[in-house]
């Protein structure tokens, strides 16, 4: 089974809808994210968690909310969708550790389609 | 200007050429480079990775970091059709990473 998995995998949706993706690990690890990767701009980080009670925004993060449920339950809501979001979204999760290096685990992402 | 810069390519080459990928970046504070492979309709993953300036070698990949011209570098010997996918790079200077664009490559049979 895969350690990270992202769900749905697919979605079309109307502007205005709200929208939430869902993320789940078992990979053990505390940290998550999430992305958007657009063409020509990779990925762009939107909010990420470093535990349960720990929520930080990225560098885009307008018009996105975040809930970490649990340590392994991370999603993503668009609360009023609109076309611009379009995109392919990905979670990530990550250990603490103390190497430095800080390797990312990436879901299969979301391809989300507003109209 | 965007802390990491990415030609997004594509670049295409014949199996079996030797392929660079390159990025340069502004932020002095970056001390992890790293390299993720994407294949198509999938996710990010961690190819391989650098402390500081130098080279790391893993089988027909190598990877160089120039901190003083602020240049990394991914090179792949003798290129197979399975390596197609996109080439992100990666830096981080803590907690976050910081990703390019990507590449995309295309070797062809």
């Known amino acids: 089974d895969a350690d990270v998995t992202q769900t749905p995998r697919n979605r079309i949706t109307k502007t205005g809808k709200r929208i939430m993706l869902e993320c789940s690990q078992t990979k053990g690890h505390d940290r998550m994210y999430w992305y958007r990767q657009d063409p020509g701009l990779g990925l762009r980080l939107i909010y990420y968690s470093f535990d349960v009670k720990d929520i930080n925004k990225g560098e885009i993060s307008d018009g996105y909310s975040v809930s970490r449920q649990a340590q392994a339950k991370f999603s993503l809501s668009l609360e009023s969708a609109i076309p611009n979001q379009t995109a392919l979204y990905f979670c990530?999760?990550?250990?603490?550790?103390?190497?430095?290096?800080?390797?990312?685990?990436f879901g299969p992402g979301t391809r989300l389609t507003v109209l | 200007q965007k802390e990491v810069e990415q030609d997004p390519g594509p670049l295409s080459v014949p199996e079996g050429a030797i392929v660079s990928l390159n990025c340069t970046y502004s932020?002095?504070?970056?001390?992890?480079f790293m390299w993720y492979r994407q294949y198509s309709r999938k996710g990010p993953e961690l190819l391989m990775y650098?402390?500081?300036?130098g080279n790391k070698e893993d089988g027909r990949f190598t990877a160089q970091v120039d901190k003083s011209s602020k240049y990394i570098s991914l090179f792949i010997r003798d290129s197979q059709p399975s390596d197609s996918a996109t080439y992100l790079c990666?830096?981080?200077?803590?907690?976050?990473?910081?990703f390019g664009a990507g590449t995309i490559l295309r070797v062809k049979s």
């Open positions: 650098t402390y500081s300036s």
């Open positions: 990666a830096m981080s200077g803590g907690n976050k990473l910081v």
């Open positions: 990530a999760t990550s250990d603490a550790g103390t190497s430095g290096v800080n390797e990312q685990f």
């Open positions: 932020n002095s504070a970056f001390q992890y």
